[in-house]
């Protein structure tokens, strides 16, 4: 199957700052990618769609000046978590793939711990 | 709308012991299903699918049958083991809409 990284897989941060993690698809173009969150023992909550030379879409109750998506190449997407506060801690998960694609291929994940 | 429903966890078994994951699904349009397993720590893998009713989709000893009748799509597993522990997720996708995750089932697979 297709492979996607992320970079990097964990980060710890202080309150305030602003956190940027990498989302690749290694062997395969990809005109979309999804980010999602996970709470400890829970299911994943799709962020936000993001979408190669254009904005990303954002689920309802998401952020968007929160979290920040840039969708620069067919081949990586970045999400910003700026002004990170401990709530915001969690795992974040990229994907790329589904919408016209039958499979979505899951990166391995980004631990956030905000101090 | 489009949702999946899973058996609530947490599932306990001995090696080698007989599993079922149910998983069901809103009938809305023809979706693909798959079933997701995610490790400690880790993302999530993709285990296995089915495009079409009737389909099977299999690996890894695990297989599931996609049940248009029934809107069902259960993991088995004829003997599980200790590394087979993990969150199991099962998932819908229509073709041009979001993935749609059910909540996951975690199992623990005891020596």
């Known amino acids: 199957g297709a492979v996607v990284s992320q970079h990097p897989s964990w980060v710890i941060c202080k309150s305030g700052t602003s956190v940027k993690i990498e989302c690749r698809s290694l062997d395969f173009q990809a005109t979309t990618m999804f980010w999602y969150r996970q709470f400890p023992k829970q299911s994943l909550m799709l962020m936000a769609t993001?979408?190669?030379?254009?904005?990303?879409?954002?689920e309802q109750g998401v952020e968007k000046d929160k979290f920040l998506i840039n969708h620069a190449s067919l081949t990586l997407s970045t999400l910003t978590v700026t002004s990170a506060h401990p709530e915001d801690s969690s795992f974040y998960i990229c994907?790329?793939?589904?919408?016209?694609?039958?499979?979505?291929?899951f990166g391995p994940g980004t631990r956030l711990t905000v101090l | 709308g489009n949702s999946v429903t899973q058996m609530e966890g947490p599932v306990t078994l001995s090696e080698e012991a007989f599993l079922t994951i149910n998983c069901t699904y809103t009938a809305t349009g023809y979706p693909s299903l798959f079933w997701y397993v995610q490790y400690p720590g880790e993302g999530l893998q993709l285990l296995l699918k089915a495009t079409k009713a009737d389909d099977k989709g299999s690996n890894k000893g695990f297989e599931a049958t996609y049940r248009k009748e029934t809107t069902s799509f259960h993991l088995e597993k004829g003997s599980v083991q200790v590394s087979d522990s993990a969150v199991y997720f099962c998932?819908?996708?229509?073709?041009?809409?979001?993935?749609?995750f059910g909540p996951g089932t975690r199992l623990s697979v005891l020596p």
């Open positions: 994907s790329a793939g589904g919408g016209q694609h039958d499979t979505q291929y």
């Open positions: 993001s979408n190669e030379g254009s904005k990303a879409t954002y």
């Open positions: 998932a819908r996708h229509n073709y041009g809409q979001n993935f749609v």
